[in-house]
């Protein structure tokens, strides 16, 4: 045993086949740690091989840990890379037939070889293993047929080696190479071209024999091919057999026949061996990186750790706290999770040392390592907004993951693309997609105008997730907003098309208008300057919201703003649903007044506010905004203002007097505080009548059902029951007749005589087309 060297090799490729299902079909009723020697062995001699069993049916090659980030592979990715890595070495290093014959373990690789496949390598297999040895890649031509071995003969090794070491037969050198059969007399006339020069025999002297002692004689002095220059050889022969790339590459084979690029193997460094024994890496242990240890034994001058893989830790007391360490004092228990940071690495005695301190923490974060080749840092800052848009499309791009889904509305697309796709479609134009969440879910895109599309999502369920090819598949039930579809014929017929009518609808309504939201405000006031005595409105596209709509009205300036959600039942407008748009805009216009249901509480005191000439809620209001759509806009929305309709404003003189007016037609004065009952009337302080919101000052206050509110003087009294009746005015400024809503008298006196607080008279009254008189009238749609 003292002549035995130990040396340590890695068993992460050995561990995977222990466990594999290769292992139990190859190595049957044999233990667990039996399979891994003998994997163990098996990688030292031929690494490939190994590796390539394990890229069998089961694919346990995915659980080999290759790269820290590799997470970010999906498997199908991995496995894609893995694949073209193993043809490219495969071929390149060539197949032994003969050994492959009596080792079958080494059978693993020749589903790489070119032109074959798992299918085709292992009908190969069977033929092989039942000859025994072949001498000849002619013989192989059966077997596979000669398309397959027109392809793949180039990469297929026919030497002394298996059983066929000890047979007599003769075996072509050439069959050896990477020179395909089919220019095996190109090879044979150039080394016969060289043996002649150096032998002064003649050609047409030469039988068989010594065609293949010639080839041999060609590499056993490779000095002789070196000095050929091929450019001025194939001057000398005939025009059929220039071919100047084969004849190079010939020549390199006959020098060295299959030479092998790989790495020789050399025993494990230190550090090497330090790594393949802890089970870490320079990616989870290097100095300065933040790691959790266990606790497993407290001492005076020290603490002993673990890292999950067994290696040790340990924290000097003088590294545990900015404070020191006191065992005795110390809540610190064996079992503990410890959080330090790397402050020296001895690989030598397998030994990490960490520190706890908080000031250490703090530092600088870990050391990068060591970047890859490859990487090269560019100045970030000198990239241009359009580098970093055509990166992040790249970046789109690379993690997309397409479908395997037949349909004439799927495409697969990322999102850019099916905008841009949608781009010169119609409103309404609509495909279904890949989804960036992944293979469970597929999203609908939706051109809702033109640079405007709402992105809907699909939840796919009913999948086999062991099954890779079931995930790209659709999946057997569809969900959209808890709804159920079992295929997409069914989300189109009654989802999409649904959903695209109600947008159509809404887009050729003659209240439409397009454009941005303060492109359609400025189209209102233009048309509230031409008619002041109406209340204008108008439906737009929502750009910060795709899939939702905007309404926009004006009551007397300013411009309120209220959502609508787009479903396929209709519309959702302050929390209410419309089959068509007629409805909605019957219901806005009688409930005008009323606040949205969402309205949330004032942002502002009211009370303290100059009285504003439009009460209301302000902009926002009621409607789901974007209805569940996404979108690329903003997210910034119009937030209500919630000021009452009814809103109240008191304007108090020296006398004590006191104008009040409410939307429930509540209006009394001075001392006498006679409440005139009703609805819908407005008084002079506070009015808030249909279609207009303007609001008066003063002390005069009226109601249409039922009787106005008494001044303290009757100057300043004033107002009228009944059905439409004007409300009184103060000093005269009093009010019209009208019907249905008559105006409520306005103020020309500002403050109603000896005023604290000045306040200009405004005008107030609503109705239908009524007049109001002194400060103003209100006025219809």
């Known amino acids: 045993m003292e002549n035995f060297s130990i040396v340590y090799g890695d068993e992460s490729v050995p561990r995977l086949y222990e466990n594999s299902r290769i292992s139990s079909d190859q190595l049957p009723g044999q233990s667990g740690i039996v399979k891994r020697a003998v994997a163990l062995g098996r990688y030292l001699q031929n690494p490939l091989a190994m590796i390539a069993t394990l890229c069998g049916p089961g694919k346990e090659i995915l659980s080999w840990k290759l790269h820290a980030l590799e997470q970010f592979l999906t498997p199908d990715e991995k496995y894609e890379i893995v694949e073209q890595v193993m043809v490219d070495a495969t071929n390149q290093i060539g197949f032994d037939v003969n050994l492959a014959a009596s080792h079958e373990w080494h059978f693993s690789t020749l589903q790489f070889i070119a032109g074959l496949g798992p299918r085709k390598a292992s009908a190969l297999q069977k033929d092989l293993v039942r000859e025994g040895s072949i001498f000849s890649r002619k013989e192989l031509v059966k077997p596979l047929g000669r398309k397959v071995f027109m392809n793949a003969s180039g990469f297929l090794r026919v030497r002394r080696s298996g059983a066929a070491a000890a047979s007599a037969q003769l075996i072509d050198l050439l069959e050896d190479t990477r020179i395909h059969p089919e220019s095996y007399v190109l090879a044979k006339n150039l080394a016969k071209d060289v043996y002649v020069e150096d032998a002064q025999h003649e050609i047409n002297e030469m039988d068989d024999e010594e065609q293949e002692m010639a080839i041999e004689h060609v590499r056993e002095r490779p000095s002789m091919l070196r000095s050929l220059k091929i450019v001025e050889y194939i001057k000398s022969i005939t025009e059929e057999y220039r071919k100047l790339e084969t004849l190079r590459d010939i020549k390199f084979e006959l020098l060295c026949g299959f030479s092998d690029w790989r790495i020789p193997y050399t025993e494990p460094s230190p550090d090497e061996e330090f790594w393949l024994l802890s089970g870490e890496t320079d990616d989870t242990i290097s100095e300065g990186r933040i790691v959790q240890v266990t606790v497993r034994n407290i001492q005076d001058n020290k603490i002993i750790c673990t890292f999950d893989s067994g290696l ?302 439009n009460s209301a809620w302000g902009s926002g209001g009621g409607g789901d905004a974007n209805g569940g759509w996404r979108g690329d806009g903003s997210n910034d929305r119009d937030r209500p203002f919630s000021g009452r309709s009814g809103g109240r404003f008191d304007s108090r003189n020296s006398s004590g007097g006191r104008g009040r007016g409410r939307g429930r037609g509540r209006g009394n004065f001075g001392d006498d505080d006679n409440a005139g009952g009703g609805w819908s009337g407005g008084g002079g302080g506070g009015n808030s009548g249909r279609w207009t919101d303007n609001i008066g000052t003063g002390g005069s206050g009226g109601s249409s059902w039922g009787g106005g509110g008494g001044g303290d003087d009757s100057n300043r009294g004033g107002g009228g029951g009944g059905w439409g009746s004007a409300g009184g005015g103060a000093d005269n400024a009093g009010g019209g007749n009208g019907a249905w809503g008559a105006a409520a008298g306005g103020s020309d006196d500002p403050g109603l005589g000896s005023a604290k607080k000045v306040v200009p008279a405004q005008d107030g009254g609503t109705g239908w087309g009524s007049e109001g008189g002194g400060g103003g009238g209100g006025g219809g749609w």
């Open 312 to 613: 040790k830790a340990i924290v000097m007391a003088d590294n545990y706290s900015d404070e020191g360490f006191d065992p005795e004092s110390s809540q610190l228990r064996e079992g503990d999770v410890l959080t330090g940071k790397i402050r020296n690495v001895n690989k030598n005695r397998f030994m990490v040392y960490l520190t706890c301190k908080a000031s250490e923490m703090r530092r600088r974060p870990f050391s990068r390592g060591e970047q890859d080749p490859y990487y090269h840092e560019q100045d970030m800052t000198s990239q241009t907004v359009e580098d970093k848009a055509r990166k992040q499309k790249e970046l789109a791009k690379k993690h997309f993951k397409p479908r395997m889904i037949v349909h004439p509305h799927f495409q697969n697309l990322t999102a850019e693309e099916a905008m841009q796709f949608l781009s010169d479609k119609e409103h309404g134009e609509k495909l279904i997609r890949p989804s960036s969440r992944g293979p469970s879910f597929l999203t609908l895109t939706l051109k809702i105008f033109d640079g405007v599309y709402a992105h809907k999502e699909i939840a796919e369920s009913g999948k086999d997730h062991k099954d890779i090819t079931s995930l790209l598949r659709l999946g057997k039930t569809l969900t959209i907003d808890n709804e159920t579809f079992e295929d997409l014929d069914e989300v189109i017929d009654r989802y999409v098309d649904p959903l695209v009518g109600h947008l159509k609808s809404m887009l050729s309504y003659r209240k439409f208008r397009k454009g941005l939201k303060n492109e359609v405000d400025e189209m209102l006031r233009a048309e509230k300057a031409e008619n002041p005595m109406r209340i204008v409105y108008s439906f737009g596209i929502s750009h910060e919201h795709p899939g939702t709509f905007i309404l926009s009205y004006i009551r007397s300036t300013n411009p309120h703003h209220e959502y609508i959600g787009l479903y396929p039942k209709g519309f959702r407008f302050r929390k209410r649903d419309f089959d068509n748009i007629d409805r909605l805009v019957s219901y806005f216009q009688k409930n005008i007044d009323k606040p949205p249901p969402d309205a949330g509480p004032s942002m502002r005191n009211v009370a303290a506010m100059v009285p504003m000439k």
